[in-house]
């Protein structure tokens, strides 16, 4: 017993030293193959949950155990190394420069390729870039950095929309999005801005991918053409921009911190006159509506002693010097098997115009946990708070063109709260901004789970989960006159009015998709994808509108006279079925097959069910054959492709509308303006394109060069129709526009050294936009309304 005893007590005591003695530590130094030092490379121990990260001179020291530790170092912008150490307690690691691998991009699905394997073309926009520009939208960031993209900004306002096409607009139908398809870490992210026209008052508001942190962005691949978006089905018709965010590498935890400001002015002025003042004929009047139509300003000020001695630019006072500023915070770190990262970012733009503002507050969390060598799960979720005070810019404009130089339209507001004004319906703007208020408040939440599953080598299989939720909150106040002596009331708060809107739109997103890859021989291998995709979409909006207050100043619904309640909803789902083979060989040959069809609710069978394919090919010559020392890399490349595309929800039938409610407690019906046709049939798009990417003299001259042909038929468009029908328009299928045009980059490299880098990008586009054809027995067909589609008023 005192034998088992001394041998347990043993056991016990040396242990530790057993244990003690198979730990060491490994030191050494990080350095690429000049001898530079790679500062803060990150130091792995292979399987095992130890992990540093290298100093400022790429010096690291890390515990290990065993006889014959492996060691990963990797660093931004370098080639992995895996290293035996053995017995060595002192290493010297040779990092190798990433310039000469291969390029790997984004693709659809956020599959990610070697981009010489692709047969259409995609650019990528890395996130240093975006934060270079200092753009507070991520659609304005890309103004100039891919070809074939449109982007039109809808002003200078604090947080203003932006519009991206992409490759020309392929519907002519006004009401539809020819906006592509956004894309978040894989899960849909909706992009509308949801303007709503209140009494012909338009409010530049938000796109919702301005939401989005900059600071969180690590790429921004753009697909262009049909093939690279066919596997995303009818929402990638019109291209697809997919966003991959922020993600931690294994060490110690990071923090990084980034603030900008910057200021805002009108970069220039109408020219205005400072000789003549109020009146018109040369009659001076400073109640008159003609602003500067009058006598000279030496004969006013004789004949009125008020007079400025100078009369005032009323452009210059009106705007005023705006500024906004961003302070983000980013943290990260973890193990191989546990990587967390999170961001803070605040942002706030104040504007030009007087009494207009943006803000936009962000929050994400996101995780990469990997459970074994089979299993890895990886979660985020974004919140944002984004809104502020919109102004009417154009009305804006409009009342500052009226105004009299006469008069200092900064002295706009009396003690009493009123405006100051020199005449009945001359509104002064400044104050117009004051009082008539429009402030959004929007809340959102992006999140989304990933699994993946690799239960052999050969097979992957993915499933993501994402929604894509907010509420947007609108509210539009003008007080009513206070019948004071002298008032004069603004014309567009007329008696008084409160304006709600409660906006809400969730998309949810269900993708799931395996993966098999097989090598049959050194030179042929093949990846065959196969998957199945749910969309579900709700969106409702109410609106409650009151007018003449009882109390001037009580902005409450409850104090309106007359109101009124407004209510809309809509649902949507779309279930898709798709695959994808890649055959290649000997890596410099690329065959891309794919296959999709897609089941959408706002379609009639046989109607709502339909299939479009898509074919590429790749052709790296520059691997295939001995090129030049001056010729860095070749490649050909052609595709074809097919996309089917539905219409918006509620367009095979006709529906009603519901009146103000009278006063005999009853509900008025009205017939929609429109009939939907109950046979309509998906719009196809075809696709052709091909190209070439030449790169010389070590990658310092790139040449990237497409051309394509893109035809949109079947359109389904609201057609004009005798009213003796009982409606205005069919809703049908009709006609065809094709989009046809080239598109280059170019690139240069003309410093590179150690210490400096200097590139430069060039990108060219044209695209010929034209209505082939309409349908039989149409000589034309309306799409604007009397005021015009984008203030025109077209036809085809």
Not at 162 to 185: A, E, H, T, V, Y
Not at 214 to 232: F, H, K, N, Q
Not at 477 to 483: D, F, I, N, S, V
């Amino acid at each position: 017993m005192k034998t088992k005893l001394l041998l347990v007590w043993l056991i016990i005591m040396y242990t530790p030293l057993l244990v003690f003695s198979q730990t060491r530590q490994i030191t050494g130094r990080v350095i690429n193959e000049n001898g530079d030092p790679v500062p803060l490379a990150s130091v792995i121990v292979k399987g095992d949950n130890t992990g540093v990260a290298a100093d400022e001179t790429g010096r690291f020291s890390i515990s290990v155990t065993g006889s014959n530790p492996v060691l990963v170092i990797s660093s931004v912008g370098f080639q992995n190394q895996e290293i035996r150490a053995g017995n060595t307690n002192n290493l010297s690691v040779v990092l190798q420069g990433t310039e000469e691998l291969s390029e790997v991009v984004v693709t659809a699905l956020g599959i990610r390729r070697e981009k010489k394997a692709l047969g259409y073309s995609a650019q990528e926009i890395k996130g240093d870039e975006l934060i270079a520009s200092r753009q507070t939208n991520i659609v304005n960031a890309l103004r100039g950095k891919v070809a074939g993209v449109q982007i039109n900004s809808g002003g200078g306002a604090p947080g203003q929309g932006s519009r991206i096409i992409i490759r020309g607009i392929k519907s002519l139908d006004p009401s539809r999005d020819n906006q592509p398809l956004f894309i978040i870490d894989g899960i849909r992210m909706d992009n509308s801005t949801n303007t709503i026209d209140d009494a012909g008052e338009i409010r530049g508001l938000s796109n919702r991918s301005a939401d989005i942190n900059p600071d969180d962005v690590e790429t921004i691949s753009v697909l262009r053409g049909g093939a690279a978006t066919a596997l995303y089905g009818q929402a990638g018709s019109n291209g697809v921009v997919l966003i991959t965010t922020k993600s931690a590498q294994a060490g110690k935890l990071k923090v990084s911190f980034t603030t900008s400001y910057g200021i805002d002015q009108v970069n220039k002025f109408p020219e205005v006159q400072y000789k003549y003042s109020q009146g018109f004929g040369g009659i001076y009047d400073s109640a008159s509506f003609w602003p500067s139509w009058g006598p000279a300003v030496e004969e006013a000020k004789a004949l009125d002693p008020t007079h400025p001695d100078k009369l005032f630019n009323h452009y210059e006072r009106g705007y005023e010097q705006g500024n906004q500023f961003r302070n983000s915070i980013n943290l990260s770190g973890g193990t191989e098997n546990a990587l967390l990262t999170s961001s803070f970012s605040y942002f706030k733009q104040n504007g030009t115009i007087p009494s207009s503002d943006y803000k936009n507050i962000s929050a994400r969390v996101g995780g990469q946990f990997k459970f074994s060598n089979k299993f890895k799960f990886n979660p985020s979720v974004n919140f944002i708070n984004s809104g502020g005070l919109r102004v009417n810019a154009d009305r804006f404009n409009e009342s500052l063109t009226y105004w009299s130089p006469r008069w200092d339209v900064k002295n706009y507001i009396k003690p009493d709260g009123t405006m100051i004004t020199y005449l009945a319906g001359n509104n002064n703007p400044i104050y117009g901004t004051y009082s008539n208020r429009f402030k959004d408040n929007v809340n959102r939440i992006i999140g989304n789970v990933a699994i993946t599953y690799s239960p052999f080598t050969w097979l992957d299989v993915d499933y993501k989960l994402g929604m894509d939720y907010y509420d947007d909150f609108r509210r539009h106040t003008g007080p009513g006159p206070l019948g004071l002596v002298g008032e004069i009331p603004h014309e567009d708060n007329g008696l008084g009015f409160v304006d709600e809107y409660r906006i809400s739109n969730r998309i949810l997103n269900s993708i799931v998709m395996a993966s098999f890859k097989k090598n049959w021989t050194e030179k042929f291998g093949t990846v065959l994808r196969a998957g199945n995709e749910v969309r579900d979409e709700k969106y409702s909006q109410l609106l409650s509108n009151g007018s003449e207050l009882d109390v001037p100043d009580l902005l409450s619904l409850n104090n309106a006279k007359v109101r009124s309640t407004t209510q809309y909803e809509q649902r949507y789902r779309i279930v898709s079925a798709y695959g994808n083979l890649t055959l290649s060989w000997s890596n410099y040959l690329f065959l891309d097959v794919t296959a999709r069809n897609d089941w959408s609710s706002t379609l009639t069978k046989p109607n709502n069910s339909f299939f479009y394919p898509s074919a590429s090919i790749s052709y790296v010559f520059s691997d295939h054959f001995k090129m030049p020392a001056w010729l860095t890399f070749g490649k050909l490349r052609a595709s074809l492709a097919a996309v089917g595309k539905d219409t918006r929800p509620y367009q095979t039938s006709v529906y009603y509308n519901s009146n103000v409610i009278t006063s005999s407690s009853q509900v008025t019906w009205t017939r929609s303006d429109g009939k939907g046709i109950a046979t309509l049939k998906p719009e196809r798009t075809s696709t052709f394109e091909i190209g070439t990417e030449l790169r010389f003299f070590n990658n310092r001259i790139g040449v990237d060069f497409s051309w394509y042909k893109l035809n949109s038929r079947e359109q389904i468009l609201p057609v004009s129709v005798s009213p003796t029908t009982g409606f205005t328009s069919f809703i049908i299928n009709a006609g065809e526009i094709e989009n046809k045009g080239v598109e280059m980059v170019l690139t240069a490299n003309p410093v590179r050294s150690d210490n400096f880098r200097w590139d430069a990008t060039l990108n060219f586009s044209a695209n010929k936009n034209r209505v082939v054809s309409l349908n039989e027995g149409l000589d034309e067909i309306v799409i604007g309304s009397q005021f015009g589609y984008a203030g025109s008023s077209p036809t085809v």
